[in-house]
């Protein structure tokens, strides 16, 4: 399985909607953006955000040298703290 096709199963897991590739790349382009709330940095080149997306906060892995969404995590009470803290 490659990271995009995980990605998109783990939205759908833990967030209960299918993404399209536009909504793949519209998500890298928010956290590109600056549109994104920086978590934390990840493992290597990997990095942490929170996104507005469809109306709901998601929490991903984004990997800026690949350029690729690695994963989808569950939002945590720590995370709605910070979404409150930015909004």
């Known amino acids: ?11 759908k897991q ?4 299918k993404i399209n590739r536009k909504d793949y ?3 890298i382009s928010l ?6 709330i920086f978590v934390e940095p990840s493992y290597g080149d990997r990095t942490i ?3 507005l ?5 998601i929490k991903v892995v984004y990997d800026a040298v ?5 994963t989808a995590l569950n939002i945590q009470k720590s995370d709605i703290k ?4 930015v909004l």
């Open 25 to 27: 790349y519209n998500i």
């Open 49 to 51: 955000h929170i996104v």
């Open 66 to 70: 690949k350029e690729l969404l690695i």
């Open 53 to 57: 997306f469809k109306g709901k906060s």
């Open 1 to 11: 399985m490659n990271y995009k096709s995980h990605f998109k199963k783990r939205i």
């Open 82 to 85: 910070l979404i409150q803290e």
């Open 14 to 17: 833990r967030y209960g909607f």
């Open 31 to 36: 956290i590109k953006k600056g549109r994104a």
